[in-house]
């Protein structure tokens, strides 16, 4: 008999040696170089970039809108799944192929067509600025404001949170639901006591997705944010910045920061992801 264990599929050497060398050149390699280049001008450099008032705020803001946006798409995006999950209607498949539409649309593509809708004379933006005038006396402004960022991301953010949580709708059994509805539970209760604890992992992972596209989002929100510092810029723009200013080590800085808040964002995502199929096998 052979000492070496057979597998069912052969050339698992072989496969894996090529995704070992994959992730190296492509993942591994480009990290190391990144972490190099930020350290090139020693910790005091480092640190003197990573505090600096105008990459605070623009982290603070990317990470800011980017919160906003989640919360939002959170309770839509859990809204739309169960829409298109439950219930029959005329378009449903137009409407289900609509939430991939920030997908496959290229994101400059997007941020400028939210500019031309929402600027000061867009189609949208103009009658929604005179109707908050007219209103509340308050000069209502989207586009080259943190609000267009927060919707600019809103947009991109919201097929994660979708995606996420239809497959884990079209999984729930009517069973529960049923059998609450015949213990005298009412609709709210039903809601919360048996349907949310179940979507609860998938959304929290759908969000935590939407967090990290956001935080990472330039093409759709370098036309809508007005890249004014201290007030609409954003990390990834600040990042461009100093690169066309040659100051490599501060890019790579502000690239670390941001790569360490995405490794972050995918543990925290990988936990609700865990928690779900742990909740799902019992």
């Given amino acids: 008999m052979s000492r070496?264990?057979?597998?069912?599929?052969?050339?698992?050497?072989?496969?894996?040696?090529?995704?070992?060398?994959?992730?190296?050149?492509?993942?591994?390699?480009?990290?190391?170089?990144l972490v190099w280049k930020s350290s090139t001008g020693g910790w005091e450099a480092f640190w003197k970039t990573a505090t600096d008032?105008?990459?605070?705020?623009?982290?603070?803001?990317?990470?800011?809108?980017?919160?906003?946006?989640?919360?939002?798409?959170?309770?839509?995006?859990?809204?739309t799944a169960w829409v298109l999950e439950r219930y029959r209607f005329p378009g449903k498949r137009l409407l289900d192929a609509m939430v991939d539409l920030p997908f496959a649309l290229p994101t400059a593509v997007a941020g400028i067509a939210l500019v031309t809708l929402?600027?000061?004379?867009?189609?949208?933006?103009?009658?929604?600025?005179?109707?908050?005038?007219?209103?509340?006396?308050?000069?209502?402004?989207?586009?080259?404001?943190?609000?267009?960022?927060?919707?600019?991301?809103?947009?991109?953010?919201f097929p994660f949170v979708v995606r996420t949580v239809q497959p884990v709708i079209a999984d729930l059994s009517l069973e529960p639901e049923e059998a609450a509805a015949c213990l005298g539970a009412t609709r709210w209760q039903t809601l919360t006591r048996v349907?949310?604890?179940?979507?609860?992992?998938?959304?929290?992972?759908?969000?935590?997705?939407?967090?990290?596209?956001?935080?990472?989002?330039?093409?759709?929100?370098?036309?809508?944010?007005?890249?004014?510092?201290f007030k609409t810029e954003i990390?990834?723009?600040?990042?461009?910045?100093?690169?066309?200013?040659?100051?490599?080590a501060g890019a790579t800085t502000i690239g670390l920061l941001m790569l360490f808040a995405s490794f972050v964002i995918l543990v925290v995502s990988n936990r609700f992801i865990n928690w779900h199929e742990r909740r799902t096998a019992q």
């Fill in 118 to 157: 929402y600027s000061i004379n867009g189609l949208v933006g103009k009658p929604l600025n005179e109707f908050a005038l007219k209103l509340f006396e308050y000069d209502l402004r989207i586009a080259f404001t943190p609000s267009g960022i927060t919707l600019a991301l809103i947009f991109v953010g």
């Fill in 53 to 79: 008032e105008r990459v605070l705020g623009s982290l603070k803001l990317s990470f800011g809108t980017a919160l906003a946006a989640t919360l939002v798409n959170g309770v839509f995006g859990v809204l």
């Fill in 235 to 248: 990390a990834p723009l600040l990042i461009v910045t100093r690169l066309e200013q040659y100051d490599y």
């Fill in 4 to 33: 070496h264990r057979r597998h069912v599929l052969p050339g698992f050497k072989l496969t894996l040696g090529f995704t070992l060398l994959y992730l190296t050149l492509i993942v591994l390699i480009p990290l190391s170089a």
């Fill in 195 to 229: 349907i949310l604890p179940a979507i609860l992992p998938s959304t929290l992972a759908g969000m935590a997705l939407s967090f990290g596209r956001g935080v990472g989002e330039y093409g759709s929100v370098v036309f809508i944010s007005g890249n004014l510092p």
